[in-house]
């Protein structure tokens, strides 16, 4: 058994793709080592390399050998004499034909061979596959780079790839592998190594830290020990995700801006500070302050002169970017928000879509409409919505996009704009992603969802809906802040109630379903969110509470036998058109007690549905289990006489509709 090391060296990687792409690769090599056996597997990262370890690895696969059945022996012999179909399979398994046997199968005699397969060796295996592997890493996008036709994330420097401390003769991408690899650029190297002990140590002496826990872990204590002595606080800890990945070896420095700049809205700071420097804002007293926090990747940056040095050059790239949005910012005031209301009119929405004045129309009078719906007054909402995309004609957004919705929120309020229409302009744009923050206010929820009506709607009307993977106009991302919203909202509605009637459609409908149903299946599971949503209602909120309701259910010892029961009644019954079934019909006490337990739920199993109380409407349900089971057994359904035939598969349909509108049980996975 022996280690298997492989190492990518290249320019430095996205840092939101450096964790997918070293998982990419791990899962590449253990599947060009399909049938070798293997242990544990080990991965680093850092911005110039990703790299994978798979301890005690086997020399190769093992050899198996394995009979092979063929023709049967009468077509394989003609009086002792092998036939072409004897010659046919024994030169496809690459055998003589004197090797063939004659075995009993199943149905007689037939031909066999004994094969065996196995017995590559690992080194050659990895050999033959790593390009590829390596290749096969995934990205968000891709490059190429020189004279070669291959893509990957970014240019490659080296790939080492060892196997039981000794080479791999490979090329990549036209490169022969190493066996070296090169640290941190301070201290670059080369750096010989045997396995992944010896590489880790080399990189270590070199200012590398391989480790991306380490790193981490690393950096927030530097961070929280500069806190300390400011007696300050850090809120954005989430761009630690990224900073992580953009440092070999991390080292914390202070730093600081001038105290009148805090001057500026104090979001514009913080974005700026975030977005284009990637440092931390540091808070004290709840209250912004001119201290910085900066995770350099200078290995000597606690030198005096080297903290000067970056403290100094990181306040002079940001005093300027704030110098320039104060001035934008003055300019802005001075104009106030009304003022580029004309601006809009010369600013294309999408191709063919009309402008961005256009646009802010339309989501003016769909907020109106929509405003009581979502507890929002009306004339704000309207208002909001006129003005909500005013502040994409500013000087700061221009400078800053990130700050879009804020900037109007902050010129709506100098006009003196009440509250409600002030915050809305900012909280339209929530959800951003998934998992971001949502809208706050009633009328920022409503302009919310308005805006993605219009979007979604006008983009289906004019035929611009996604293909494939690809979504240039992110309706996907439209559609799914849509359905988080008014699964926040709680406001029970078919979703394509939302939208004008001359936007709905098929396409749109069906767009929206798949949208919803991928929401659902990150908390519910498949086959529970197929069984709900094939009912065809498309009211997130109604969905959500009887998929809620069913998999309640569906983590008792009672689901198995409830879900067998009722799946063989709707299977029982899916042809069938008919729910009336006449009562003096029923002759055997089987079927009349049904009736009875049915009648005696089903209103009552109304009720609670119409109330979205989906828990209570299913106990109602479920009660008909033993009678259902009883007339499974006591009863045959489909009897020779047509009369009692039809009126026990329609009362059974009748029940099957009832259940229908909670969940069908014919979607439901047969386990569990």
């Known amino acids: 058994m022996s280690e298997l090391f492989v190492e990518i060296r290249c320019e430095e990687l996205p840092a939101a793709d450096i964790d997918a792409a070293v998982a990419g ?5 253990k599947g060009l080592l399909k049938g070798v056996p293997f242990g544990a597997v080990q991965t680093w990262a850092t911005p110039r390399r990703i790299a994978v370890a798979i301890a005690d690895v086997a020399e190769g696969r093992p050899i198996e050998e394995k009979l092979v059945t063929g023709p049967p022996e009468k077509a394989a012999y003609r009086d002792g004499t092998p036939t072409r179909a004897a010659e046919g399979f024994a030169r496809g398994r690459g055998i003589s034909v004197d090797a063939l046997e004659i ?31 390596v290749l096969a890493v995934p990205f968000k996008r891709t490059m190429r780079w020189g004279a070669t036709s291959h893509r990957w994330a970014r240019p490659f420097h080296a790939v080492a790839a060892l196997f039981g401390g000794e080479r791999i003769e490979a090329t990549v991408v036209g490169q022969p592998t190493v066996e070296q690899t090169l640290a941190h650029r301070l201290t670059p190297g080369p750096v010989p190594f045997t396995d992944s002990v010896s590489w880790l140590e080399g990189l270590r002496a070199h200012n590398v830290e391989p480790d991306t826990s380490i790193r981490r872990k690393s950096i927030e204590a530097q ?76 290995p000597f940056a606690r030198a005096p002169a080297s903290v000067k040095t970056i403290s100094e050059g990181n306040k002079r790239v940001l005093t300027a970017r704030f110098y320039d949005a104060r001035f934008f910012y003055a300019e802005d ?82 006009l003196g704009e009440p509250e409600a229409v002030s915050l809305a302009i900012e909280e339209h744009y929530l959800p951003r992603f998934q998992g971001d923050a949502l809208p706050t206010s009633p009328t920022g929820r409503t302009l919310a969802i308005a805006d993605r009506v219009d979007s979604l709607g006008g983009c289906f009307r004019m ?77 997130p909120v109604a969905l959500q509470a009887r998929l809620t309701a069913l998999d309640e259910i569906a983590k008792t ?87 009692l035939r039809t009126n026990r598969l329609s009362l059974l349909r009748a029940i099957a509709d009832e259940f229908a509108v909670i969940v069908d049980f014919t979607q439901l996975s047969a386990e569990g």
């Open 25 to 29: 690769l791990a899962e590449q090599l």
């Open 103 to 133: 075995v009993e199968g199943p149905r007689g005699r037939v031909v066999a061979a004994r094969i065996k397969e196995g017995g590559e060796r690992t080194r050659d295996i990895v050999a033959e596959g790593l390009e590829a592997a």
């Open 223 to 298: 961070l929280n020990a500069d806190l300390a002595a400011l007696g300050g606080e850090i809120r954005d800890w989430d761009l630690l995700d990224e900073v992580v990945h953009l440092v070999e070896w991390p080292v914390v420095v202070r730093a600081s801006f001038g105290e009148d700049l805090l001057a500026l809205p104090p979001r514009l700071l913080v974005e700026s500070m975030k977005v284009h420097q990637r440092v931390f804002p540091v808070y004290i007293n709840d209250v912004l302050d001119h201290h910085f926090l900066v995770v350099s990747n200078q």
């Open 333 to 414: 005031r001075r104009k106030g928000l009304l003022g580029y209301s004309q601006r809009l009119a010369g600013m294309q929405w999408i191709r063919k879509g009309g402008t961005m004045a256009d646009k802010a129309a339309r989501v003016s009078i769909l907020a109106k409409d929509l405003a009581v719906r979502f507890g929002a007054d009306p004339s704000q909402a309207a208002r909001a919505g006129a003005l909500c995309k005013n502040d994409l004609a500013t000087q700061m957004v221009g400078e800053f996009p990130e700050l879009q919705g804020h900037v109007g929120r902050l010129l709506a309020a100098e």
């Open 463 to 539: 035929g611009l809906k996604p293909r494939g993977s690809a979504d240039p106009l992110g309706l996907r991302r439209a559609a799914n802040g849509l359905v988080t919203l008014l699964l926040a909202a709680q406001v029970s509605a078919p979703i394509l109630s939302l939208f004008p009637e001359a936007d709905q459609s098929d396409d749109l409908t069906a767009f929206l379903v798949a949208r919803m149903k991928s929401s659902f299946q990150d908390t519910f599971a498949t086959d529970l969110v197929n069984a709900v949503l094939a009912g065809g209602d498309t009211d």
């Open 557 to 643: 010892d009672e689901f198995g036998p409830l879900k067998t029961t009722f799946k063989r009644v709707m299977g029982l019954t899916k042809d069938h058109p008919g729910t009336d079934y006449a009562v003096d019909v029923l002759e055997d006490p089987a079927e009349k007690d049904l009736h009875e337990a049915f009648v005696a739920v089903r209103d009552e199993a109304r009720r609670h549905s119409k109330a979205l109380d989906y828990r209570a409407a299913l106990a109602s349900l479920k009660s008909l289990k033993p009678h259902v089971d009883r007339l499974f057994d006591e009863v045959l359904v489909m009897t020779e006489d047509e009369r």
